[in-house]
């Protein structure tokens, strides 16, 4: 099956700081897409990532579709107590109707 | 507009018993996806519907499970003779034909006792 890896798992930072995640994948994605997951809620997408290559950011968001069509990073800048939760990367391989999912990474910020 | 949602938000069951779950689609939108997220895991896909064809069924976990997505909108996810392995939050997303960005429903945590 479809494999998804993303890391890290989790991160414990201090609100300020600049964050970090990705996600690769065992084969071509045509998209990408970065959601968050808040407690009792369902995933909200943050930002999508349609072409090779593309830079994308969503105010202290941003994220690429990496150029090999096989990964994907997430950048927070600037941190802020509301950004913890669980970020998701997702994506379609070429010829699949659902999106594939990573495991999440599990954001705790620290004021 | 309204964003997708679903119904009960929670359900409590005993094993044995069947359960029906429901999901409103963001209007206008022809795609419908369920998916199941376990405690502290990713989301694994269930069943896709776009528009009138047949649905994709390759993710449904065995043949307890069941859905149908009546005049093209509402949506039901049946689970039969549930077992507590099938307790977790069961998710519905919408999106438009192209299907490539999804919009999730808040889910329904099922707990099978």
């Known amino acids: 099956g479809q494999q998804l890896n993303q890391s890290p798992q989790s991160m414990f930072i201090q609100e300020g700081e600049d964050v970090s995640m990705n996600c690769t994948s065992s084969s071509i994605f045509n998209t990408w897409l970065w959601y968050k997951q808040d407690p009792g809620e369902g995933p909200v997408l943050l930002i999508a990532?349609?072409?090779?290559?593309e830079l994308t950011s969503n105010g202290r968001l941003t994220a690429q579709f990496g150029i090999t069509r096989k990964d994907s990073f997430l950048n927070i800048s600037a941190s802020i107590p509301s950004d913890v939760g669980i970020y998701f990367c997702?994506?379609?391989?070429?010829?699949?109707?659902?999106?594939?999912f990573g495991t999440g990474t599990r954001l705790t910020v620290i004021p | 507009g309204a964003g997708v949602s679903q119904s009960p938000s929670n359900k409590v069951t005993e094993k044995g018993k069947d359960v029906e779950l429901r999901c409103d689609p963001i209007s206008g939108h022809t795609a419908l996806y369920w998916y199941r997220q376990s405690l502290g895991q990713g989301l694994e896909f269930l069943i896709y519907f776009q528009g009138n064809s047949a649905p994709d069924k390759s993710g449904l976990p065995s043949d307890r499970f069941s859905a149908e997505r009546t005049g093209g909108s509402v949506s039901t996810l049946t689970i039969q003779r549930t077992q507590q392995e099938d307790s977790a939050v069961y998710l519905c997303?919408?999106?438009?034909?192209?299907?490539?960005?999804?919009?999730f429903g808040p889910g329904t945590r099922l707990t099978v006792l």
């Open positions: 997303a919408s999106s438009d034909s192209r299907g490539y960005t999804q919009y």
């Open positions: 997702a994506g379609h391989p070429t010829g699949a109707n659902n999106l594939f």
């Open positions: 990532l349609y072409k090779a290559g």
